[in-house]
Nanobody, 115 residues
């Protein structure tokens, strides 16, 4: 059974940094995509950054230049280095693992940025 566990969230002041991690278990293949999504109170879930099995990365416009997605393929662990955080980055951050037509989600980790 595939499971994802996020960690690294917390409360920081604007301009600060956080590093999120997502550890996947229950899958040992090499073909997958992973990504970070977030959901702020009262809003829908939005994509933040993704990385595929070839290492191709994509970012939403608000994350470009501030966030960096990376992965440890051997451990199937995903990271999101977030810098220059803004209050509007406040949200629950979720990790997603895509295996073909199936998607698995973590339970989320809260990021709160104060001004």
């Amino acid at each position: 059974q595939v499971q994802l566990v996020e960690s690294g969230g917390g409360s920081v002041q604007a301009g600060g940094s956080l590093r999120l991690s997502c550890a996947a278990s229950g899958y040992t293949g090499r073909t997958y995509s992973m990504g970070w999504f977030r959901q702020a109170p009262g809003k829908g879930r939005e994509e933040v950054a993704t990385i595929d099995s070839d290492g191709m990365k994509s970012y939403t416009d608000s994350a470009k230049g501030r966030f960096t997605i990376s992965k440890d393929s051997a451990k199937i662990t995903l990271y999101l280095q977030m810098s220059s955080l803004k209050p509007e980055d406040t949200a629950m951050y979720y990790c997603r693992l895509g295996l073909g037509r199936y998607a698995y989600w973590g339970q989320g980790t809260q990021v709160t940025v104060s001004s």
